[in-house]
C-alpha cells in the first residue's frame, strides 16, 4: 500500500504558507507539474484510533484533504480513463511537523521526515462511489468538506478549488508508479492550517456528514 500527497493544491494555502513554501504567480497560473510526495505505510491511522503528537518534532499543523482510494491496478493511465482507478472517498488529515518542513526547505531537502512519521496520514470512513456504466455518478470536483477543532470549524474546502484535479494527479502518478488496489491519494489541503494540542477533538465532515473523529494525545 503506498500513499500519495499533494503539495499546493489551493491557491489560498499556498498564500497562507508564503514563508515556508516557495509559492509563484507559477503555482497559481498552474504552468507547473503538481508537487507530489509520499509517507510511509506507517504513517496511516485509521477508525478513530487517537494521534499521539511527537512533541519532540516541534509545532504539528492540521492539514484537512479528501482522500480517495484506488481500486485497480493501473499504471500510464489516460486522464479520460482515470475515473475507474478509484472507488471511494473520504477526509483526511494530512498531519505536517511545520518546522521541520521549513528547515528542510531552507535547505533543499526532501519533506520525508516533515509529512511521513508514523501517524501522520489520518483517514475516516469510506464512502462508496457510485458508478454507472464504468462511469462515476458523482462528481469527485463538486464535493464540500470541513475540519472541526473542539466543535469549531477550521477549515473549510471544495474539491473544485483544487489547481490540478482527482482525475489529472492521478494520470500523472500514473507516468511514475504502478497504483495498486489500496494506495490513497491525498490530494491537498484548503487554506485555515493550524497546530494541534493534546486535548484537542478532531472532526472531519464530507457534505454534511461526519467520517472522521479522533483525538489527539
Not at 498552474?30 to 509517507?39: A, G, L, N, S, W
Not at 481500486?71 to 478509484?86: D, N, Q, S, T, V
Not at 511545520?98 to 475516516?124: C, H, M, N, Y
Request: proline share 4%; with cysteine.
Amino acid at each position: 500500500m503506498k500513499i500519495f500527497a499533494v503539495g499546493m493544491n489551493y491557491v489560498e494555502h499556498n498564500k497562507e504558507l508564503n514563508n515556508t513554501l516557495m509559492i509563484t504567480e507559477k503555482y497559481e497560473r498552474k504552468t507547473e507539474e503538481p508537487v507530489i510526495f509520499t509517507k510511509a505505510d506507517s504513517a496511516l491511522l485509521k477508525n478513530g484510533k487517537p494521534f499521539f503528537i511527537p512533541d519532540f518534532m516541534g509545532r504539528i499543523d492540521h492539514e484537512a484533504e479528501l482522500v480517495v482510494r484506488i481500486c485497480r491496478l493501473g499504471k500510464g493511465i489516460p486522464e479520460k480513463f482515470a475515473h475507474r482507478y478509484y472507488d471511494a472517498v473520504t477526509v483526511g488529515v494530512d498531519f505536517t511537523a511545520r518546522e521541520v518542513q521549513k528547515k528542510a526547505k531552507d535547505l533543499g531537502r526532501p519533506w520525508t521526515i516533515a509529512k511521513g512519521f508514523d501517524g501522520s496520514a489520518v483517514i475516516g470512513e469510506w464512502v462508496p462511489i457510485a458508478r454507472s456504466e464504468e462511469r462515476s455518478t458523482f462528481n469527485i470536483q463538486d464535493l464540500h468538506f470541513h475540519l472541526d477543532i473542539n466543535g469549531k470549524t477550521v477549515q473549510t474546502g471544495f474539491s473544485g478549488d483544487m489547481l490540478y484535479k482527482v482525475d489529472e494527479l492521478i494520470a500523472y502518478i500514473s507516468r511514475f508508479f504502478t497504483l495498486k488496489t489500496g494506495d490513497l491519494l491525498y490530494t491537498g489541503t484548503p487554506v485555515g492550517v493550524g497546530p494541534v494540542h493534546i486535548d484537542d477533538h478532531i472532526e472531519g465532515y464530507l457534505e454534511g456528514q461526519k467520517v472522521l473523529d479522533f483525538w489527539c494525545k
